[in-house]
T-cell receptor, first 116, second 112 residues
Framework: DTGVSQDPRHKITKRGQNVTFRCDPI?????LYWYRQTLGQGPEFLTY????????KSRLLSDRFSAERPKGSFSTLEIQRTEQGDSAMYLC??????????????FGDGTRLSIL | AQSVAQPEDQVNVAEGNPLTVKCTYS??????LFWYVQYPNRGLQFLLK??????LVKGSYGFEAEFNKSQTSFHLKKPSALVSDSALYFC??????????FGKGTTLSVSS
């Protein structure tokens, strides 16, 4: 169990640029989640995959955000035309498909995005 | 909509004393409740969960939580606090279709 891996750990970019983050879940986990965490707040749900299928998207996920999980393994989260308000920690989590919703989610260490 | 509330932004305790971090919830149906801990610049680590069964749930690092249905609470407890327990603690409830709904977090500070 190597844990959930996120890359990069930190990203600094200018407003208006596009950024892409990667998440590698625990290998046997088929559920993958993206969350956003701003300072002083708990993580907020963005989107959820079961294998390669994106099953749910939060209204927080504007048209500038897109997430993929093309082969049901790693996932990417892209933000286009970044804005100051996108500055946050982006967390990825995974959980087993078996056992249903009572299985705990395992989190990566996140990607901290700073918009200049 | 399901939600959790953590009424205290910060809890301060002395090392060796018992600690309690409070959480109340609002759900329709049976609650799936979780506690996570976050250290600076790190992701969240799972501590424990309540799905069904015994109201006292034991978790990692000596933590436990008491589920109280009548008070809609799920308080995190530890009999004897350690300085290394100082961190940010989140209570969460599972909502079908939207994954975990987190509280705002409580900063625990344990002094030596």
């Amino acid at each position: 169990d190597t844990g959930v891996s996120q890359d990069p750990r930190h990203k600094i970019t200018k407003r208006g640029q596009n950024v892409t983050f990667r998440c590698d879940p625990i290998s046997e986990h088929n559920r993958l989640y993206w969350y956003r965490q701003t300072l002083g707040q708990g993580p907020e749900f963005l989107t959820y995959f079961q294998n390669e299928a994106q099953l749910e998207k939060s209204r927080l996920l504007s048209d500038r955000f897109s997430a993929e999980r093309p082969k049901g393994s790693f996932s990417t989260l892209e933000i286009q035309r970044t804005e100051q308000g996108d500055s946050a920690m982006y967390l990825c989590a995974s959980s087993p498909g078996q056992g249903g919703t009572n299985q705990p989610q395992h989190f990566g260490d996140g990607t901290r995005l700073s918009i200049l | 909509a399901q939600s959790v509330a953590q009424p205290e932004d910060q809890v301060n305790v002395a090392e060796g004393n018992p600690l309690t971090v409070k959480c109340t919830y609002s759900v329709s149906g049976n609650p799936y409740l979780f506690w996570y801990v976050q250290y600076p610049n790190r992701g969240l680590q799972f501590l424990l969960k309540y799905i069904t069964g015994d109201n006292l749930v034991k978790g990692s690092y000596g933590f436990e939580a008491e589920f109280n249905k009548s008070q809609t609470s799920f308080h995190l407890k530890k009999p004897s606090a350690l300085v290394s327990d100082s961190a940010l603690y989140f209570c969460a409830v599972y909502q079908a279709g939207t994954a975990l709904i987190f509280g705002k977090g409580t900063t625990l500070s344990v002094s030596s």
